[in-house]
C-alpha cells in the first residue's frame, strides 16, 4: 500500500467497528501499514514510563491507529461518507471533490 485515500487534517467517518459512525479529524497518516489515526476515535489506554527524574509516569488516554479503509470522507453537504475524485480547474490546480454534490473537500 504505497498511497492512500486519506490524508492528513482531512474530516472522515468511521465505517464500520465500535465507533461506526462517529466523525473526527486525521490526525497521521501511515501510508506503509495502511493505517490512520483519527481524533475520538478508537481510545486506548496507554501506560507511560517516567523517563526523566521529576517526570510522572501512568496511564495515558490516547488514539490508537486504524485500517484507512474503515473510513471515508465525510462531505458536510450530504452529511455522510462519501467516495472523491480529483478535478482540474481552470488554472490547471487539481482538487479532490465530492463524488455525489460535486462539493470541493
Known amino acids: 500500500m504505497a ?3 486519506i490524508k492528513k ?3 472522515v467517518i468511521v465505517l ?4 461506526k459512525g462517529v466523525k473526527g479529524k486525521v490526525l ?5 501499514e495502511g493505517k490512520v489515526i483519527v481524533e475520538g476515535v478508537n481510545k486506548v489506554h496507554k501506560h ?4 526523566r527524574q521529576g517526570e510522572t509516569g501512568g496511564i ?4 490508537g491507529a486504524i485500517y484507512a479503509c474503515k ?3 465525510y462531505c458536510s453537504k450530504c452529511g455522510k461518507g462519501v467516495r472523491v475524485k480529483t478535478q482540474v480547474l481552470d488554472n490547471g490546480k487539481k482538487v479532490r471533490v ?6 470541493e473537500l
Open 16 to 19: 464500520s467497528g465500535d465507533d
Open 48 to 51: 507511560v514510563k517516567p523517563r
Open 9 to 11: 487534517d482531512d474530516t
Open 28 to 32: 497521521e497518516v501511515s501510508p506503509k
Open 71 to 73: 473510513v471515508a470522507h
Open 98 to 103: 465530492c463524488a455525489k454534490c460535486g462539493q
Open 3 to 5: 498511497n492512500l485515500h
Open 60 to 63: 495515558v488516554d490516547t488514539e
